[in-house]
Every structure is written in C-alpha cells, then in structure tokens.
Nanobody, 123 residues
Framework: QVHLVESGGGSVQAGDSLRLSCSAS????????MGWFRQVPGKEREMVAQ???????FYEHSHGGRFTLSGAIGEHAVSLQMNGLEPEDTAVYYC?????????????????WGQGTQVTVSS
C-alpha cells in the first residue's frame, strides 16, 4: 500500500503564495505518478498537476504560469508551489499517487489520496 502525507495548506490573501508538499511511504516502487488535485463543493475533483516516473509533468490548466510542480517520484515526494493565489483557487487540495498495474502492485488500489489540505484565498 501507499500512504500520502500532505502539508502546506492555509488561509492567505489574494496575491500570496503557498507551497504544498506531499510525501509518500509504503511500497513506493509501485508509484507511477504523483501530483495534486483540488475540489470545491459542487464541482468535480480536477487535476492541478502531476508527474510521472519519466519526470514528465502535466498541468490540467496553465494557471497563468502561477503553479509549479517540483520533486520527483524517485524522491517519494512532490511539492506544488502556488504563487499569485486568487480566490478561485480556494479548494481542498489532495495529493495523488497512481499505482502500476503489474504482478507486484495489482493487489493495491490503482490510486491513493492524501487526506486533503484546505487552501483558502480571500480577496
């Protein structure tokens, strides 16, 4: 199994910055992707950014270049630097880990989630 621990959420004012961090433990060799998603009431959980074992990084939205994912799966940790936060960024942010489907890892869930960390941006 994989366990994810998140940190870095909080309440800030528009224009401020936050850095969200996520560390993975357990059978980290089974992790094929890590990243961050966010969700607000009434909306589907959406990907913010994720990276794969080949260090390819994907962003669902450009976020105006305000968000940057760093770290690496080999380090068992990723961070999301969020600059110039806006009220519409307010959400619960979840760390995500995708898992390989193979003989070693197929007994695990194909995705794991952190407990969620609240980011609140006030204008």
């Amino acid at each position: 199994q994989v366990h994810l621990v998140e940190s870095g959420g909080g309440s800030v004012q528009a224009g401020d910055s936050l850095r969200l961090s996520c560390s993975a433990s357990g059978d980290t060799d089974c992790i094929s992707a890590m990243g961050w998603f966010r969700q607000v009431p009434g909306k589907e959980r959406e990907m913010v950014a994720q990276t794969t074992v080949d260090n390819t990084t994907f962003y669902e939205h450009s976020h105006g270049g305000r968000f940057t994912l760093s770290g690496a799966i080999g380090e068992h940790a990723v961070s999301l630097q969020m600059n110039g936060l806006e009220p519409e960024d307010t959400a619960v942010y979840y760390c995500y880990a995708g898992v390989y489907y193979n003989d070693r890892c197929r007994g695990y869930k194909n995705s794991y989630w952190g407990q969620g960390t609240q980011v609140t941006v006030s204008s």
